[in-house]
T-cell receptor, first 113, second 113 residues
Framework: DVKVTQSSRYLVKRTGEKVFLECVQD?????MFWYRQDPGLGLRLIYF???????EKGDIPEGYSVSREKKERFSLILESASTNQTSMYLC????????????FGQGTRLTVV | TQLLEQSPQFLSIQEGENLTVYCNSS?????LQWYRQEPGEGPVLLVT?????EVKKLKRLTFQFGDARKDSSLHITAAQPGDTGLYLC?????????????FGKGTKLSVIP
């Protein structure tokens, strides 16, 4: 059974903390993504990676960075968490074929207080 | 400007009723995907449509891709409480990498027993 696993379901952090969200996939997928999902705004792409050590900015990269040191792992980093980064964060992966399915993790609900 | 417009945003219906949700754009897509997301979980792919005019059926769900490949619809016959969830459409634009999915904001469906 294919799987994308996010390290935490729920996370509460303080303003100014450095936050790491981890995502691991077991499908040998080249592509990995980080989205945030907010009511009324839908899924917005933060960063994506199409290969190890490669990364591309999505639509809302400000305040975030990413790391992809191994093919199966894609980390999202909030350098200095702020309250407006309170959100649901979704990691996804997809294979190399055109129009392929995106497999999502269960999401991490991050609250910054 | 949202590239993919979904309507309606919210839908609450009685069990047994039929419904249609729409995903519209002024842009052409090489393919379009529909996902369902249940509360507290990540989205899961329902179907991918690729050819203009294509119709796909998944039990009581019927998906159609517009002839011009700019829009899509999802029709549910005899809705059941298990159909409750957030329905998301996502498109791949021609020339874009297979990883460049654009999501609509979603239609939140509630089916009342």
């Amino acid at each position: 059974d294919v799987k994308v696993t996010q390290s935490s379901r729920y996370l509460v952090k303080r303003t100014g903390e450095k936050v790491f969200l981890e995502c691991v996939q077991d499908m040998d997928h080249e592509n990995m993504f980080w989205y945030r999902q907010d009511p009324g705004l839908g899924l917005r792409l933060i960063y994506f990676s199409y290969d190890v050590k490669m990364k591309e900015k999505g639509d809302i990269p400000e305040g975030y960075s990413v790391s992809r040191e191994k093919k199966e792992r894609f980390s999202l980093i909030l350098e200095s968490a702020s309250t407006n980064q309170t959100s649901m964060y979704l990691c996804a992966s997809s294979g190399p074929l055109t129009d392929t399915e995106a497999f999502f993790g269960q999401g991490t609900r991050l609250t910054v207080v | 400007t949202q590239l993919l417009e979904q309507s309606p945003q919210f839908l609450s219906i009685q069990e047994g009723e039929n419904l249609t949700v729409y995903c519209n754009s002024s842009s052409v897509f090489s393919s379009l995907q529909w996902y369902r997301q249940e509360p507290g979980e990540g989205p899961v792919l329902l179907v991918t449509v690729v050819t203009g005019g294509e119709v796909k059926k998944l039990k009581r769900l019927t998906f159609q891709f517009g002839d011009a490949r700019k829009d899509s619809s999802l029709h549910i016959t005899a809705a059941q409480p298990g159909d409750t969830g957030l329905y998301l459409c996502a498109g791949v634009q021609p020339g874009a990498g297979s990883y460049q999915l654009t999501f609509g904001k979603g239609t939140k469906l509630s089916v009342i027993p």
